[in-house]
């Protein structure tokens, strides 16, 4: 596997289920985020993690729960969802490097719809 | 209040001719903008970067510049190819030691064979 990935990459679930996403990164990459992406809107940034630190919280409900055991690992854990959850999520990873701005490197993202 | 805007939801140009994808920004501490190309099923992809130091940045094809006057840049496709037809972003970013990008909406560019 190389770059970014992401499982599952389609999620059926009801409100009152409990579902994980996964997100993996092989680019040797110490920040990893999580965005959200609503038909016609922005992409949102939801979480970031810097060397497994949280370190960015943009004021997401407590439904979603971010997990970062390593920095090459990162889960969203849901729970309770609302139909208006239903969106694209996705992950992304970013080299921190003093000084230099790097890019960051999206997984193909896990489409969530909750019923 | 979106901080990043791409007014133009879609886009349709002639295979050939040059695509001009427009982005508008409000925060005048943005000192880094990128753009992603995004098609469907996939994750969005690293296009092209420039640095508030610079007008203008090019990589083959694609070249962006920016007025940092008026708060614009913008991405030129030239020739536009129908593999062009995506989703593309614009995103901004405060600070080259930032971890955080501001995005737009996104365009919607296809490219007519």
């Known amino acids: 596997e190389t770059g970014v990935t992401q499982t599952p990459r389609h999620l059926v679930m009801g409100m009152t289920n409990k579902k994980s996403l996964k997100c993996e990164q092989h680019l040797g990459h110490n920040a990893m985020y999580w965005y959200k992406q609503s038909a016609k809107k922005p992409l949102e940034l939801m979480f970031v993690?810097?060397?497994?630190?949280?370190?960015e919280n943009n004021s997401v409900p407590s439904r979603f729960s971010p997990e970062c055991p390593n920095s090459s690992h990162l889960f969203l854990h849901l729970h309770t969802l609302q139909p208006e959850d239903s969106a694209l999520y996705l992950c992304a990873s970013k080299a921190l490097a003093g000084g230099a701005f790097n890019e960051q490197f999206f997984g193909p993202g896990t489409r969530l719809t909750v019923l | 209040d979106q901080q990043v805007k791409q007014n133009s939801p879609s886009l349709s140009v002639q295979e050939g001719r040059i695509s001009i994808l427009n982005c508008d920004y409000t925060?005048?501490?943005?000192?880094?903008f990128l753009w992603y190309k995004k098609y469907p099923a996939e994750g969005p992809t690293f296009l092209i970067s420039?640095?508030?130091?610079?007008d203008k940045n090019e990589d083959g094809r694609f070249t962006v510049f920016l007025n940092k006057s008026a708060k614009h840049l913008s991405l030129h496709i030239v020739p536009s190819q129908p593999g062009d037809s995506a989703v593309y972003f614009c995103a901004a970013s405060a600070g080259a030691g930032s971890y955080q990008l501001t995005f737009g909406k996104g365009t919607k560019l296809s490219v007519i064979p």
């Open positions: 925060n005048s501490m943005f000192d880094y």
């Open positions: 993690y810097n060397f497994k630190e949280q370190t």
């Open positions: 420039i640095s508030s130091i610079k």
